[in-house]
């Protein structure tokens, strides 16, 4: 087991992650298994002192910390925990930081023993010699029973300049055997991320994050291309929910994302379609953005009592003392399965954002 100092980027996140495993059920050798996972996949940076500013200005967080967590629900069941990494963070550029994170990649597959040939085949266009941010790519772990995580990596699809990002797109699908998937898509106003699925997974999905400003609940509804898709009505009122009164007409601070999930290449459709609300720009502070995740929850059925112990497991301030700590919900349905609730927590390590007596208007992209 891998020592983690206490002041440390390592010792405080791999913290936090061991009191998350408790809250998922996790028993405690998978979770040492994972806090070990977590600091190896931070590598130099694990040992930064917390008194140091963030090793990276990364785009994984809004405070620069380069880890994330969230639990995804379903009904009946203990929520998935996931973790978030930005493996090169504190490499000193965006192409040593792709380099180490391959790497990092690489040596899962290793331990792990999975393929990687997916990834290989798109590093080109992906991680370039001299790639445009504002990420290179990013890992995450869904962390099972037996200390054997689910591997996903995160990529950059303006790599090569924004506006090669629907050309990436559209070619990396191609290479991966979905040649008509990107026609499938609906209108967006961004490409921020295209992710995939490495290793031991039932059915491997590419997925196609989608950016869309001044979101409505209706247009919100009308952006699923999954056959059967979720009830519009279920979509619309799930932004409504997570967003507030600013839902009564357009999300116009940080943007809504939505998520295209692409796991068969006969009908050229997605199998899957997630919707993600930054809530934490549409709420005051915390405890509100909690009261809402609640409500979405036992709506579809869903044990809300995980998310409320997590977090503080995650951070000892109170939830009206600051914003952000919930970032993102998310309302996933993937074909023939039963929809998912996913809840995006913040380290918060290196800052907490003071809560909002009228939330502002964010320009920044989003994360996730």
């Avoid at 070990?36 to 405070?63: H, I, K, Y």
């Avoid at 380069?66 to 639990?71: H, I, Q, R, T």
């Avoid at 379903?74 to 180490?100: D, Q």
Wanted: with cysteine.
């Amino acid at each position: 087991m891998i020592a983690a100092r206490a002041g440390t980027l390592g010792g405080h996140t791999a913290g936090q992650l061991r009191r998350l495993c408790a809250v998922a059920g996790l028993d405690p050798t998978d979770t040492d298994t994972y806090a070990d996972v977590l600091l190896t996949t931070l590598g130099p940076a694990a040992e930064r002192p917390l008194d140091l500013p963030p090793p990276s200005r990364t785009f994984l967080s809004d405070d620069h910390t380069p880890v994330e967590y969230s639990l995804s629900f379903t009904a009946g069941a203990n929520p998935a925990l996931r973790v978030l990494l930005e493996p090169g963070c504190g490499a000193g550029s965006l192409a040593r930081g792709g380099r180490a994170a391959l790497a990092a990649v690489r040596e899962m597959a290793r331990r792990w023993e999975f393929s990687t040939e997916r990834l290989d085949d798109l590093e080109d266009l992906f991680l370039p010699p001299s790639p445009h941010g504002p990420l290179a790519l990013w890992i995450a772990l869904e962390l099972r029973p037996g200390g054997v995580p689910q591997v996903k990596v995160y990529l950059n699809p303006a790599a090569s300049g924004p506006h090669r990002a629907a050309r990436t797109v559209r070619e990396a699908l191609g290479r991966l055997g979905h040649e008509r998937a990107f026609e499938a898509l609906p209108p967006a106003d961004g490409y921020p991320f295209l992710a995939l699925d490495l290793g031991d997974w039932e059915a491997p999905r590419v997925k196609v994050y989608l950016k869309h400003l001044d979101l409505s609940a209706a247009e919100a509804a009308g952006l699923c291309r999954t056959e059967p898709g979720p009830p519009a009505g279920e979509v619309a009122a799930f932004l409504h929910t997570a967003a507030g009164a600013a839902s009564a007409s357009r999300l116009d601070r940080r943007p809504g994302l939505t998520c295209h999930s692409f796991t068969e290449t006969d009908s050229g459709l997605p199998s899957g379609f997630t919707l993600h609300i930054p809530v934490r720009d549409y709420v005051r502070d915390d405890a509100e953005a909690l009261d809402r995740a609640r409500t979405v929850l036992a709506g579809h059925g869903m044990d809300a009592g995980p998310l409320t112990r997590a977090l503080p497991a995650v951070t000892g301030r109170r939830p009206e003392d600051g914003v952000g700590l919930i970032a993102y919900l998310a309302l996933a349905h993937q074909r023939g399965r039963p929809p998912r609730v996913t809840a995006y927590v913040s380290s918060e390590t290196y800052a907490v954002r003071p809560p909002a007596p009228t939330p502002e208007r964010i320009d920044a992209q989003p994360v996730h």
